[in-house]
């Protein structure tokens, strides 16, 4: 992904926090769906696109965190709040689920646009760094939907 999606970002002309100066009106963060992801179901598996190895252990994965971002589990880590289909969980494969967790963390990076989109502050500049507050030093990672079923309060 990274070949061929950093010569596209380059010729977008499009900024890039920390690393690139460009149109200040097309600004890319890196997102990542499998930190967010594992936040909410530590390190359960909720993907796969051979068909063959795909489980409901996944589709429930997928329905765990779809729940949990309807029910606010973000709103303090992350400041978003989600409203999202059931059908979001159907695929396998989870590329539109991957899609919602993607937007939250460039939809927390955007809130941040004033404060280097929240990137790290002792970031090397010549290293990107992925638009989420567990991995910017905004909030410690955390197995969300583990604490609260265990008791813990939500963070």
């Known amino acids: 992904m990274f070949y061929e999606g950093a010569a596209r970002v380059l010729r977008s002309g499009a900024t890039v926090p920390s690393l690139l100066t460009g149109d200040p009106h097309r600004v890319v963060v890196e997102a990542y769906p499998g930190v967010l992801a594992r936040q909410i179901i530590g390190r359960r598996s909720y993907k796969q696109d051979t068909r063959s190895m795909q489980t409901p252990e996944q589709a429930q994965a997928r ?20 409203d999202a289909p059931d059908s979001l969980c159907e695929d396998p494969g989870a590329d539109r689920l991957d899609a919602l967790l993607c937007a939250v963390q460039a939809a927390w990076s955007w809130r941040r646009r004033f404060d280097g989109f929240g990137g790290p502050a002792d970031g090397d500049p010549n290293e990107g760094w992925i638009a989420e507050p567990a991995l910017s030093g905004y909030a ?3 197995q969300l939907i583990e604490e609260q079923a265990a008791g813990a309060p939500s963070k």
Do not use: E, K, M, W
């Open 63 to 82: 329905r765990d965190i779809l729940v949990a971002l309807r029910n606010g589990i973000l709103s303090s880590t992350h400041g978003i709040f989600v």
């Open 140 to 142: 410690a990672p955390t």
